[in-house]
């Protein structure tokens, strides 16, 4: 599928093989860091290709250096402090978690950084199973309504050194209310301000049909569309696209689901 013009942003595709490796990356100066954190257990890669991970090893270069790619241009955009990516999809089952998941993993392969999944998908949350995480002390509505009880207890390690989830929780409706609250901007202040070495992502529910998406990316810095290879038209993705402020559009991503 060729881009549309009126597209702001790079257009990356997932799932093509041959882009250049870009590893060496600047490097955030970071008085109290979280990068050394103690990691429960560590997955295999056998293990990770099971979640549809990407990881360090050989057999999963072709995947891994285009996450690499999509990390080096938000890096680019960014500057030197650390960030808020969203990512949706423009239409249901593209595959936004997996960009989401898998760019979060991208962040996490260097070990200077650390990265925060957040399940921002309250009708469709799926990082959870993915991930194989049980989320037994609950998620983000849990905290968004009983804040008191705090959040470092709903921060779930995934087997993936450094990347932790903040699954959903308990949905109690879908609503872009929570999204919008006070205390859903005061909770991603703080994750990102408390580290400096920290990079927050959010799983979006798809563009179309719900508010939430474009709610969502007031709270972030980029947005990473996800189009399904094949199946979106230029139309319906400009279109996806024109929900956002254009400045905060880091790309499409085509990505070809099973
Ligand atoms: N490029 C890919 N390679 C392998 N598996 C993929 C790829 N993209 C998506 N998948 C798989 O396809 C399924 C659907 O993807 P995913 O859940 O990421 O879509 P989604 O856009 O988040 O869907 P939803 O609309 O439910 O939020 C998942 O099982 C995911 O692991
Ligand atoms: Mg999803």
Known sequence: ?????SISGTVLQAGETGMAEIDHLPQPASEHSIALMAEPRALAPHQLEERRLIHREASSRAESDIFREIRTRLLGMAGTSNFITLVVAVSPRSGASFVARNLAA???FDEARTSLLIDCNLRYPEQHRAL?????NGGLIDFLEHPAQ??????YATGVPRLRLIPVGEAREDSGEYFSSFR????LDSMRHRYPDRYLFLDGPTIKGSPDARILSDLADFVVV????????PA??????????????AGVVFNQAP
């Not at 705090?150 to 921060?155: D, L, Q, V």
């Not at 996800?226 to 038209?233: E, I, K, L, M």
């Not at 319906?236 to 559009?249: D, G, L, Y």
Request: hydrophobic content about 45%; glycine content about 8%.
């Open 236 to 249: 319906a993705i400009s279109q996806a696209v024109a929900h956002f402020e254009p400045e905060k559009v």
């Open 132 to 136: 194989g995480v049980d989320p037994a």
């Open 1 to 5: 599928m060729k881009p549309d013009k």
């Open 150 to 155: 705090g959040i470092a207890s709903r921060i």
């Open 226 to 233: 996800v189009a399904g290879y094949g199946r979106d038209t």
């Open 106 to 108: 991208a962040f996490a």
């Open 184 to 187: 859903m901007h005061a909770l």
